[in-house]
């Protein structure tokens, strides 16, 4: 479960949060590869788990290289709350929900994001968790 | 368990001499973080016996050579990124965020001096008269140190380390005793690259050893960051030891509102200028002076944003201030809001009410804001180095541009405008080394002298980009003939 004591209010946090969210897609397709849900083949589910966390270390890289004097203004509208993924199934409806709230961050956080390279990454990332939420449903 | 520092000279980690250990501690929880050495003038020497020693080799060693260290400098910084800006936050009070910030311009003042090699480069004219050429060659000096501050501890000695051991001089770092815990870091990286035993050394300590350093015959050049008051005593005792020296000293950073300025995005640069490691920053800005019909909607708006700042402790990811840095810091400051609110400004926002975020105890202290601040007040002319921002009125450019340079600091001063105009006019009449335009904190990257004038500056040749490169070498002019 996602769960944050802090608020999105300024970069560190929302880079923070965006790597926590990343960990836990690791863990739950971790998880799924444990059980006989049919929706992905093995290799789909290693290829996710590998995608996330290679999604993860652009994240920290960006965390790292990207901070600078303008990244100290604070941020606001963006409520983790609105991002929380617990409970998740792990079946076809678990795959679809993680990817639409993750897309969703990252779609909304981009916007309040005035670091060009990390909206360039929270853009693409929106892009790759679309196209997993899309590839599930087809 | 807490832990008692060492010096680093020779290669080695060692015990001083001296008996005299100064606390560091959080200022944010007042946690005992470590003790450090109040080192002695015959620990300095130690340390400048070790420099000096090895400068005949390290000198020798080819520049690229040379550079390829901090190469491996810069990528053990990267590892250890986060463990670094951790340390910064406690032992300085600031934020995750501004600690990450402080730890990337660090490693961009190591990628600066990979450009040394091409720096470093002389000239040379031939049959300068017949058959005699005429070369200008750089080179290296000797053994220079450094004296840093509390309040940006792991870069502000990347500064000048990198640069003057990649033109071959030798090291000596003696950092704040408030913060050095981000130098014990430092050095146990500078010590996995391998140097040469003696290239680098580290001598913790107060007044006694930066006495020595002053005085020390052996030491050819000194850089300070710091207070102007203390940085005018250094610069006048290191110069009398026939020391070359450069001092980056204290400021009062005016910053200019227009009416045609975009007032959101200048009310959001302004509040980290004047905010950010809780004001405590030589480039912080100090006053805003808004001029003509501004100033009612900036200040509503900068004071709403102002109060709903989180304050707290810096390794809560919510946290955007952390703390001063000491208590009896917070009490001086505590001081100059008393006398400006004696002073007769309007104190509309006062840090000493604002709600501190999940912490009891620590130094910290909320954003304050002053209005109708006068000319020639302690508020428009004192340097605060805290959360307190003063906000004055002028009526047209010019009598903005009359406020600004009537202060005897001139580190940096910056302009919110849309137009072209006033901009060109600001940064061609304003008397400070680092202009802003649109930019509420003027810093120089790594690759820019970090400018300064007045009382923020002592000294020829500034900090960072080639003039970094001109105050550690100096030319040697070769005449020559073959017969």
Known sequence: ?138 | MTQKLQNYIDGEWVVPETQNYIEVTNPANSEVLGSAPDSTTKDVDSAVQAAKAAFKEWRQTPVLTRVRYLHRLKELCEERFEEISAICVKEAGKTLDEARGEIRRAIESIEFSFSVPSLMAGFKVEDISSSIDETAERQPLGVFAAITPFNFPFMVPLWFLPTAIACGNTYIMKPSPQTPLSMQILFEMLDEIGLPEGVVNLVHGGVESANALMEHPDIVGISFVGSSQVGKIIYTKSTSHGKRVQVQGGAKNYLAVFPDANLDAAVSNILGSAYGCAGQRCLAGSVVVAVGDVYDEFVSKLKDKASNLVVGNGLDNSSQMGSIISEASKTRILGLIEQGVKEGADLILDGREHEIAKVEGGAFLGPSIFTDVKRGSMLSREEIFGPVLSIMRAPDFDTAVEIINESRYGNAASIFTNNGGYAREFKYQVDAGNIGINIGVAAPSASFPFGGKKDSFFGDLHGQGDDSVRFFTDHKIVIERWP
């Open chain 1, 1 to 138: 479960m996602l769960v944050t004591d802090y608020s999105l209010n300024q970069f560190g946090a929302v880079l923070t949060f965006a790597i926590d969210l990343e960990e836990l897609v690791s863990e739950y397709y971790n998880s799924i590869q444990s059980i006989s849900d049919k929706t992905l083949t093995e290799s789909e589910v290693t290829n996710r788990i590998n995608a996330a966390s290679k999604r993860k270390r652009n994240l920290e890289r960006s965390r790292r290289e990207n901070v600078t004097e303008i990244t100290l203004e604070p941020i606001e509208g963006l409520d983790a709350q609105n991002y929380t993924i617990s409970g998740l199934s792990y079946d076809k409806e678990g795959m679809v929900s993680l990817h639409k709230i993750a897309s969703g961050f990252y779609e909304d956080a981009m916007e309040k994001l005035n670091v060009l390279e990390t909206k360039r990454l929270f853009s693409r990332h929106h892009k790759e968790h679309s196209r997993l939420q899309k590839t599930v449903e087809a």
